[in-house]
């Protein structure tokens, strides 16, 4: 199966500040998902974003698929951002997703 | 529209037992997924099941098994449970097999003793 490695895995950063969030795919993915999980454990989603670029408020998305990876872009950074971030995907004819580790943002006040 | 629900939340159980989680998709959806969730192991892809028939099997053993109804809801069964099954198992809906969305629930945490 595919592998997904996303970075960095940890990532502190101060109320206001920007930041990327980056996952690399060894193989081509389809099905690319971005997600978000609350401190209850529930993935909320962000994009589903097989290729090109998204925005939704202070995040964006963009991924290029010939090159294999997808970058999460977080402006202005609030407190409430602060959790763990997921992206995943499918590869083939495998209809499950992959997902990384994930990367465990803290946003201080 | 209602999102995805897993009933129960919260399940305590002793090692040997068995144990039964149950999910129901949004509204139309008729793939769900299933995935467990823990701290050395990241996320990992269970089985999916569509239209009642189970479609894709993720690398557990025999123990971990599910079903699902004409109604789409899903339910999966762990028996003779280890301590290592303790998890968060998550759920997931989409409207079709392949190359969408799918939305997870707020998952069931299992803890086995």
């Known amino acids: 199966g595919i592998q997904v490695e996303q970075s960095p895995p940890d990532l502190i950063l101060q109320e206001g500040a920007n930041s990327t969030l980056r996952c690399n795919f060894s193989?081509?993915?389809?099905?690319l998902q971005w997600f978000h999980q609350n401190p209850w454990g529930q993935l909320i989603n962000l994009f589903y974003?097989?290729?090109g670029t998204k925005q939704n408020g202070r995040l964006s998305a963009t991924t290029v698929a010939t090159e294999r990876y997808s970058l999460l872009y977080i402006s202005s950074s609030q407190t409430t951002d602060s959790g763990v971030y997921f992206c995943?995907?499918?590869?083939?004819?495998?209809?499950?997703?992959?997902f990384g580790s994930g990367t465990q943002l803290t946003v201080l006040p | 529209k209602a999102g995805v629900t897993q009933t129960p939340r919260y399940l305590i159980k002793t090692r040997g037992q068995q144990v039964t989680l149950s999910c129901s998709p949004i509204?139309?959806?008729?793939?769900v997924s299933w995935y467990q969730q823990t701290p050395g192991q990241g996320l990992q892809f269970l089985f999916e099941?569509?239209?009642?028939?189970?479609?894709n099997k993720g690398n557990f053993p025999g123990r971990f098994s599910g079903r699902q109804f004409s109604n789409s809801r899903s339910e999966m069964n762990v028996s003779t449970l280890e301590l290592g099954d303790s998890a968060l198992y998550l759920c997931?809906?989409?409207?079709?097999?392949?190359?969408?969305?799918?939305?997870f629930g707020p998952g069931t945490r299992l803890l086995v003793l």
């Open positions: 974003i097989p290729s």
């Open positions: 099941y569509f239209s009642e028939t189970q479609r």
């Open positions: 509204s139309g959806h008729r793939s």
């Open positions: 193989d081509s993915v389809n099905n």
């Open positions: 995943a995907g499918e590869s083939g004819s495998a209809r499950q997703l992959t």
């Open positions: 997931a809906s989409s409207y079709a097999l392949g190359g969408e969305t799918q939305y």
